[in-house]
């Protein structure tokens, strides 16, 4: 299985937030520098994982995200399942019309199988037990919003 380009910018954010300071406030600017990713890309994320209860947004001038507790308690199934908007992994429509083989179809079927399998041995991942902190302090070394000990 592979995962969108999306769905993997929303996990790193999750991680980048999940291993900052509790409470702390990082601006979507700070969370597209901490994850190598375009701003718009993340701002995109942001609001999906706002929208999903993951993060909390706090406004103004010294605002930005948090992650929430039901972000901290997220699995990368859960998530992955909830981004993953597809009924079906293969196209069984073309300019031309749908498949001729779709009627009865079980590769559909297979396909949708094996997707929860891989949605299923993800589920016991807690996606906020996933960052270390030799992983992350050079990132927040590099957003300023952490010193070296």
Do not use: W
């Not at 291993?19 to 990082?26: F, H, Q």
């Not at 069984?92 to 009865?104: I, T, V």
């Not at 807690?126 to 902190?133: D, F």
């Amino acid at each position: 299985m592979r995962i969108n380009a999306f769905s993997d910018v929303c996990l790193r954010a999750l991680m980048l937030l999940s291993a900052a300071p509790d409470g702390e406030l990082m601006t979507t600017q700070a969370i597209a520098d901490g994850v190598g990713t375009p701003y718009n890309h993340v701002s995109k994320a942001v609001l999906k994982l706002r929208g999903m209860g993951l993060i909390e947004a706090v406004r103004g001038r010294s605002g930005g995200v948090r992650i929430s507790p039901a972000g901290r308690a997220a699995t990368v199934g859960g998530v992955l399942r909830t981004l993953d908007a597809r009924e079906d992994l293969v196209d069984c429509e073309s300019a031309h019309g749908d498949c001729p083989l779709n009627n009865n179809c079980g590769l559909r079927g297979a396909l949708r199988r094996a997707r929860e399998a891989f949605y299923r041995e993800l589920d016991s991942v807690v996606v906020s037990a996933l960052p270390h902190q030799s992983q992350m302090e050079p990132v927040f070394v590099t957003l300023l919003t952490r010193r070296p000990a």
